[in-house]
């Protein structure tokens, strides 16, 4: 996965935008985190294909997110674009949709989706997978790609004696067990090659607090969003 920023690169104090393409190169899939102006042009240099966008994230409803939007919606029934087109926000837009359709007198020649956005998991594929938080005043993003399992050591398990089933299975997915003599045996112990999934958090507010602690443990941080 590439993920390309498009934030300003001499961004203001006042307020810097959060917004990023999201690239799965083996999908061919392509994801965004707030549709600002220009986004179009940015993925035209970087040589992406417009009609691989399946999701559209929206953190806010406000200009920054959403002033290419229009653009983005209006140049992909242009070149006749059929599949679905998700968009996930927090505050309803359709009205916004509306009035830009009528506006520039145009329909768009494929279906729109659109999911208001609540915490839990909102949008996955095979690999990857993106959690919103609700912070009272705004959503924190948490992208997150699946745990790798190799392959089971099924002669380590004989030896702990474990009854061949459901357990295997669970033990190959890295769930662990307390042995009722307090012993606790870790699932990725019995795989090879086990390999935790990446962590990258999207947090839009300067101050801690127990919301943004917990998604950023143990992640990377992609980007804050100042609001002042």
Request: hydrophobic content about 35%; overall charge positive.
């Amino acid at each position: 996965m590439e993920i390309i920023n498009l934030n300003r690169n001499q961004p203001s104090i006042i307020n810097i935008k959060t917004s990023f393409i999201l690239n799965f190169q083996y999908s061919k899939d392509i994801w965004i985190l707030n549709c600002s102006q220009g986004c179009q042009h940015l993925m035209e240099q970087k040589n992406l294909k417009i009609n691989q966008i399946s999701n559209i994230i929206l953190t806010e409803n406000n200009i920054d997110n959403i002033s290419g939007l229009l653009g983005l919606l209006s140049s992909l029934s242009l070149i006749n674009r059929k599949k679905k087109l998700n968009i996930y926000i927090s505050e309803g837009i359709e009205k916004y949709i509306i009035l830009g359709k009528k506006y520039a007198k145009t329909n768009f020649r494929f279906c729109i989706y659109i999911y208001t956005l609540k915490t839990g998991l909102i949008v996955k594929n095979q690999d990857y997978q993106i959690y919103t938080f609700n912070n009272k005043l705004n959503f924190e993003f948490l992208l997150t790609t699946k745990n790798k399992y190799g392959k089971f050591k099924f002669h380590k398990a004989q030896k702990f004696r474990f009854t061949v089933g459901p357990t295997y299975g669970k033990l190959k997915n890295g769930c662990s067990f307390l042995l009722p003599d307090g012993i606790i045996i870790d699932g990725y112990k019995f795989t090879k090659f086990y390999k935790s999934g990446i962590k990258q958090s999207i947090l839009n507010n300067k101050y801690h607090n127990r919301n943004n602690v917990e998604i950023s443990h143990k992640s990377k941080i992609l980007e804050y969003k100042f609001i002042v």
